[in-house]
């Protein structure tokens, strides 16, 4: 390797270490803003953090967005702390990556608008799908434990909006889908209003 292509490879690392900490340092930041919705459990909250993990994964590689992914959930804990043991933010982390890793993936070989959309579309799929698997085996679960709330009061809370809800299955199928499902098209719709404006500014 010559010295030039040395220092120019040193210089990428380091730009590239760069973007990836500010993306992570924006997407912690949006973390913080989350809204609840009216028709879903007051613990579910809808948040833009993704769109920067998104962006990410897009704009740099799946390594990109995983990362950011990682380093958002380690900034939140570091500032906001834990009140479940890291049972939530594990949750969290594999909600977050089952979007942006499928995503990225196929974006990486697929640089045009329709990839971008079928991207889009695989991230959301995922998501809802691990994040079905995660509420079940994980979050739900913890959050009754450290909450000292029993299942049967967490279903009480999707029954009262949607009396089909009838117990921890239907409460993930009813609610916890739906949810995420609406996330990731919320989010996949402002990654498709920003990325174009944004990606040049990443590229350069």
């Known amino acids: 390797m010559s010295a030039q292509s040395f220092v120019s490879s040193k210089t990428s690392r380091v730009q ?10 924006i997407a912690f930041v949006l973390m913080l803003f989350e809204i ?15 769109v920067a993990v998104m962006i990410s994964g897009f704009a740099l590689g799946p390594l990109a967005g995983a990362t950011v992914e ?18 939530g ?10 979007l942006v890793l ?27 799908i691990i994040g079905c698997f995660a509420n079940y085996f994980i979050a739900l679960p913890a959050y009754s434990y450290f909450y000292g709330m029993p299942m049967d009061v967490i279903v009480g809370m999707g029954s009262s909006i949607l009396p089909l809800v009838k117990d ?3 409460f993930v199928v009813l609610m916890t889908l739906p949810f995420n499902l609406l996330k990731g098209i919320v989010v996949s719709l402002v990654v498709g209003i920003l990325y174009k404006r944004i990606s040049p500014i990443l590229h350069r």
Request: charged share 15%; proline share 6%; aromatic share 14%.
């Open 70 to 87: 990682t380093l958002k959930i380690i900034l939140n804990l570091v500032f906001q702390g834990t009140d479940t043991a890291f049972v």
């Open 102 to 128: 499928p995503s990225a993936i196929y974006y990486k070989k697929h640089k045009t608008m329709k990839g971008a959309f079928i991207a889009m579309l695989i991230g959301v799929i995922s998501m809802g």
């Open 36 to 50: 609840p919705l009216p028709f879903f459990p007051p613990f579910y909250k809808l948040g833009f953090d993704e």
């Open 89 to 98: 933010e594990i949750s969290n982390l594999l909600i977050g990556l089952s």
């Open 168 to 170: 921890t299955f239907t």
């Open 16 to 25: 590239w270490i760069a973007k990836v900490s500010i993306l992570a340092a």
